[in-house]
């Protein structure tokens, strides 16, 4: 990784292409306060953390609730996931245009200086999201197994009817560790070479490193909200789906707003 957008962008696009198993994963703002042992809070119209709160309402699929003096093991393996290096393990992370410079050095840190395989934690959305649209998803039907693990609600067959849901209840952290039990145990089940297309929150991070311990054949992709669309979740909630909207005088100054917004062209 270079830590330049288009060209990491067509980096793990090669590894998709060639098929080469690869794991992906993504630490944004929610990560960076377990990481940092905050108190986390997401549900009922509040967002609560470090910086304050926040009124504002996130749908059911996005609630989560991380208690530092509960929840030692999932922090514990989530720091074990940001120091982990192997090959083909790449790590995105906050950058500059997310206004996060600390956490981004943070991650550097915990990867003992070494940028080789970091990347920007907003690769395949802002400014590279339509170019995943249309270059990346058509990627994944060139494998013939896919698996999306993510919230129950979510209806990959709507891409494709061959396509299965590995299903994750909400705010999982309460009961962790039989969650992670679970779904250890399902993606180790899976038929050789699979494609993972993961939306887990924080969980993608965690099952991304402990996985690979056991299925290197496994190419496991966090693809965070990008797909909500088109597997029947709600859009909408993050602003650059914004993007996928048809123009109308209001989403086209909503546009307008984001790709001329700070935080849309990624900057190490």
Not at 53 to 58: A, K, N, P
Not at 158 to 178: A, G, S, T, V
Request: without cysteine; hydrophobic residues 40%.
């Amino acid at each position: 990784m270079k830590q330049e957008a288009r060209y990491d962008f067509n980096q793990l696009s090669k590894l998709l292409l060639e098929k080469e198993p690869f794991t992906f994963i993504r630490f944004s703002d929610g990560e960076m306060e377990i990481i940092r042992n905050h108190r986390l809070f997401i549900g009922d119209g509040l967002i609560s953390w470090s910086k304050g709160e926040v009124e504002f309402r996130y749908p059911d699929f996005d609630k989560k609730d991380f208690l530092p003096e509960r929840d030692v093991r999932l922090r514990d393996d989530l720091i074990a996931s940001a120091r982990f290096s192997a090959k083909n393990f790449i790590k995105g992370i906050p950058a500059s245009h997310n206004k996060a410079v600390d956490d981004r050095n943070v991650l550097v840190d915990l990867n003992n200086g070494s940028l080789e395989n970091l990347t920007f934690a907003d690769l395949f959305i802002n400014q590279n999201y339509l170019r995943f649209r249309r270059k990346v998803i058509p990627l994944f039907y060139r494998y013939e197994h896919v698996f999306y693990f993510g919230n129950f609600r979510s209806n990959p067959k709507l891409l494709n009817d061959d396509w299965n849901l590995i299903p994750l209840q909400d705010n999982f952290f309460e009961n962790y560790e039989q969650v992670l039990s679970a779904s250890l145990s399902a993606l180790q089940a899976l038929p050789m070479n699979s494609l993972v297309l993961s939306s887990a929150s924080s969980l993608s991070n965690i099952l991304g490193h402990k996985i690979l311990q056991h299925r290197q054949d496994l190419t496991f992709f966090d693809v965070g909200t990008s797909l909500h669309d088109l597997i029947g979740l709600q859009s909408g909630i993050r602003e650059y789906h914004i993007l996928t909207q048809q123009n109308s005088p209001r989403v086209i100054y909503k546009k307008l707003q984001l790709v001329t917004g700070t935080n849309f062209k990624l900057k190490w």
